[in-house]
């Protein structure tokens, strides 16, 4: 029977795949209102309606572990023993996962002392027999073996469980060089990590696979061992038994008894009032609507408004309609209730810049081409700049687009960037396609941007509107109450002023950058040549492998820490060295970095410089997990500031020639502030409150001296531990930093904590109460999650512990920053002032002051920063100005 007319067995290894799909998905983003996690299972999900639309199988089984423990571990107690702990998040999924594929009429099989390989391999060998195509889908290698042609191995890859690698024979033999049923033979050779299972030392793939196919076999590989020279031979023959074990061990049976055969697993109809149920307990919404269209095209009986909903066109992707003028003006009008519903909005880039706008509602999808003077826009136009709802992705990044094009945007409403970073604020940012399968489990065509004739064609803008607002609609029922204050009140308002400092840049002298470039060259020159001149030869400054044979051969100097390469070089290493073994060579050597380091800073300023004589850095908002906003293209944030060479790199920033001067403000000690505020401690809110200098205050108390009398050395010792405490720094960390034994800093710690008792009170409590809600919280409603706080793993979990302390404190301090931002550019606004705010960097804002607008400047940003928030302690700002960044600093 040709294998178009047979029918189709698919049977799934339900662990393995759902395991692939835990490790691929967020699992801080899915979770349903009792608090189960729920990631493993909408990745399962979504891959088998994937899978029920492309292969269309007329028999379907999942197959389950019921233990780790089966006939293979009595053999060998060790037999995947090298698995961690299941993830506490991963628990309790597979039985509702088990839930949801009955309500769906989909068979599970589960056998006591055996593994679901075993399970699919008795089945893939009867399916066969009985004249069925067979899908074998499994993210176990082991079950390559099954191959044959009628048994073909669907494979996840490394991305979890979206795309599949399809093996029939010809592939294995292209990937492997083996027939399939060899490939265990070659596992057996050389071990499987993932298995426990040690292979023989020495032998790698393409050695176990010229051996199988040079003798034909393990056991002729095994019977000619002694012909096998070198120490691989010697090795083997040392070693065989690890290879006879591990063949019989990773050979799947073909005959387990099983309750089902392939006949029995006909695929049947949805149980629609079940899968209801089960979804709405997983809060599964798009998921649901997915199964339910599956189900009506296998033609299973659904509900009158099962029925209705997915034979409606409108049901899932809406079928893109191309609209100008009138007729686009009616349907802004009609989709959007007059301008009250949010639409989803995705604008496109051409070549020359914006080519047109993707618009969604949740049933209608329209396509707006750009072409500016040619057609009537006058209604896009107005709703493009009006208040209408609008969500979008990266809507920064529309702004400036749109701007280049003339046009202006408003009603920004929610950002699907912004928004899935204060969800999971230490993720990586995602492009829309990412967001689109991680949150809905769906998969939006993108075309490879390397193909001159891409294998799949692009999504419409109009379909990426739609997904815009169907991952915006995801994200606003994830976000608590506090984290959407955080976005509705701080981050969407602040899009449009970020977007106009990076428009506006700031202006820089490229004489003072080139000159200090050509400074900077000549010192590292000199460097390096004194350094040459200490070690007898001349070396590469800039390779860890020379500089290891440098330091630890020619200079025998004491061994750092060990690393891949041999002995570590890194800065931290070096000057630990330094200090404990000082060397001519070894302090030149770092001062040579130093000027290296800058001059590289000062190379890259100088490329930055636009034509208009400004450097236009770019601002990421959801570039840290605490907060703060990053500077990128060029980084102004790493600009040394009391290094004499950062203090010249700064007096390259000036104000533009139609401009008087720059302004610079900043907080004064705004994390301490924020402590006291937050510790309620009586001694630091008296020491803020009355004006004294703060680290004096301490120094006083904790050294049982006046104020007066606190020296130098004593108010550093008190500032470095004031800082450090907050960031979870330990009595080693504090002699370490402060050059003094252990024993000084904790009594230091000690005093500290006995006349600030408040402060310790507090760091113990927000580690503890993170633990408890799994997250920490800023004044402001901003969550920072910690799953690592309740991880067996030490390390992980002291790193957790250490960032859960200061979370709160970095997190307000970035909250109350750009309140101030926002304040300070609603006040320029609406006075209809000339004068502009070009930079922020760390708690610092650089403004540019336009003739006669000093005073006025002045008194906003005092007020606007100093009044950010409500504390228990006042907030000081600091401001300056001068004709440049370095004379304006104050």
């Known amino acids: 029977m040709p294998d178009n007319e047979k029918p189709t067995l698919l049977v799934i290894d339900g662990h393995s795949l759902a395991f692939r799909a835990f490790y691929a998905l967020p699992v801080d983003s899915f979770q349903n209102r009792d608090g189960q996690h729920t990631n493993a299972i909408h990745g399962f999900i979504a891959m088998l309606i994937n899978l029920l639309a492309n292969e269309k199988p007329t028999h379907l089984a999942v197959a389950f572990d019921i233990s780790r423990y089966s006939f293979r571990t009595r053999e060998y107690p060790e037999y995947k023993g090298t698995r961690g702990e299941t993830p506490p998040e991963f628990i309790g999924q597979i039985p509702l996962l088990e839930e949801a594929l009955h309500a769906m009429g989909i068979t599970t099989i589960a056998k006591e002392d055996y593994e679901a390989d075993d399970i699919l391999a008795t089945l ?61 033979e070659i ?30 076999g393990l056991d002729e590989v095994l019977a000619h061992a002694d012909e096998i020279k070198g120490v691989v031979g010697e090795k083997l023959r040392e070693q065989k038994d690890n290879a006879i074990r591990n063949r019989k061990l990773n050979r799947l049976l073909t005959d387990v008894e099983l309750p089902v055969g392939p006949k029995d697993l006909e695929r049947r109809p949805i149980d629609e009032t079940a899968v209801r149920e089960v979804f709405d307990k997983l809060q599964f919404r798009t998921l649901l609507d997915r199964v339910l269209k599956i189900a009506a095209a296998a033609g299973d009986t659904l509900t009158p408004d099962a029925v209705q909903a997915v034979s409606d066109p409108t049901f899932g992707l809406p079928v893109v309609r191309t609209l100008v003028d009138e007729e686009l003006g009616h349907w802004l009008d009609s989709a959007s209730g007059k301008g009250t519903v949010p639409l989803g909005l995705q604008p496109a880039i051409g070549p020359d810049g914006l080519s047109g706008f993707g618009i969604s509602s949740i049933d209608e999808s329209a396509w707006v081409p750009w072409a500016s003077g040619r057609l009537d826009y006058a209604a896009l136009e107005s709703w493009l700049s009006g208040d209408a709802p609008k969500y979008l992705y990266d809507s920064k990044a529309a702004i400036k687009l749109l701007d280049r094009a003339g046009l202006s945007l408003g009603g920004v409403t929610f950002d699907t960037t912004i928004a899935s970073w204060l969800l999971k604020p ?80 700031i202006t820089v002298n490229a004489e003072i950058l080139g000159r200090l470039n050509r400074e900077l060259g000549e010192t590292a020159a000199d460097l390096a040549s004194r350094a040459y001149t200490e070690l007898g030869r001349e070396v590469n400054l800039g390779s860890p492998k020379q500089l290891q044979q440098a330091l630890f051969e020619d200079l025998g100097m004491p061994k750092t820490r060990s690393n891949k390469t041999g002995y570590s070089t890194d800065a931290a290493s070096l000057a630990d060295l330094q ?25 890259t300023l100088e490329k930055a410089i636009a034509d208009d004589h400004r450097v236009h850095t770019r601002y990421d908002q959801t570039g840290t997990s605490t907060g703060r906003i990053s500077s990128t293209d060029p980084n102004l944030q790493n600009i040394p500031v009391r290094a004499a060479v950062g203090k010249e790199i700064r007096s390259a920033f000036e104000s533009g020639p139609e401009f008087t001067t720059l302004l610079t403000a900043d907080y004064s000690q705004i994390e301490m502030r924020i402590m006291a505020h937050l510790s309620g401690d009586a001694g630091l809110i008296e020491a803020f409150n009355s004006g ?81 809600d799994g997250y920490t919280e800023t004044i402001f409603g901003r969550r920072r999650p ?45 006075k209809k002032l000339s004068s502009r705010l070009l930079l922020q960097v760390h708690d610092e804002l650089v403004f540019e002051v336009a003739e006669g607008e000093l005073d006025v400047l002045t008194d906003i940003v005092r007020d606007r920063m100093g009044h950010a928030a409500d504390l228990k302690v006042p907030l000081e700002v600091q401001v300056g100005s001068g004709k440049n960044w370095d004379v304006a600093a104050h």
Do not use: C
């Open 426 to 505: 230490g993720g990586h940012s995602q492009d829309l396609a990412g967001q689109v399968y991680d949150f809905l489990g769906d998969r939006l065509a993108v075309a490879d941007p390397n193909q001159l004739v891409p294998d799949v064609e692009a999504a419409s803008p109009a379909t990426e509107a739609w997904y815009v607002l169907r991952v915006s609609e995801y994200l606003a029922e994830r976000l608590d109450a506090g984290s959407r204050s955080v976005l509705d009140t701080i981050e969407l308002p602040l899009i449009p002023v970020i977007s106009t400092m990076e428009n506006t840049g």
């Open 579 to 603: 200090e404990q073994n000082p060397h001519p060579f070894l302090d030149l050597l770092l001062q040579h970095r130093d000027a290296t380091k800058l001059r590289q800073m000062v190379e």
């Open 692 to 772: 004294e200098d703060l680290h004096r205050f301490v120094g006083s108390r904790i050294f049982h001296v006046e104020p007066a009398e606190v020296t130098p050395v004593m108010r550093t010792k008190v500032k470095a531990m004031s800082y450090g405490l907050a960031y979870g720094l330990s009595a080693f960390g504090l002699s370490k930093q402060l050059r003094i034994d252990t024993a000084e800093a904790k009594q230091l710690m000690g005093d500290y904590f006995a006349r600030f008792g408040a402060v310790r009170d507090y760091l113990r409590g927000v580690v503890e109460q993170a633990r408890e």
């Open 124 to 184: 893939a060998v009867e399916g066969a027999q009985q004249g069925f195509r067979v899908l074998i889908v499994s993210g176990d290698r082991d079950a390559i073996q099954m191959v044959n042609d009628d048994v073909t191995l669907l494979y996840p890859n490394a991305r979890g469980v979206s795309e599949l690698k399809r093996y029939d024979r010809d592939a294995v033999f292209e990937r492997y060089g083996v027939e399939p049923h060899q490939y265990p």
């Open 786 to 830: 910690f799953g690592d706080l309740k991880s067996s793993n030490r390390v992980l979990r002291e790193n957790a512990e250490r960032a859960a302390l200061n979370a709160p404190i970095q997190g307000s301090a970035a909250d109350i920053l750009k309140i101030a931002m926002l304040g300070v550019a609603h006040d320029l606004s609406s």
């Open 187 to 216: 596992a057996a050779l050389v071990g499987e990590t993932s298995d426990n299972l040690i292979g023989i030392d020495k032998v790698g793939e393409k050695t176990a696979v010229k051996w199988i196919t040079q003798y034909g």
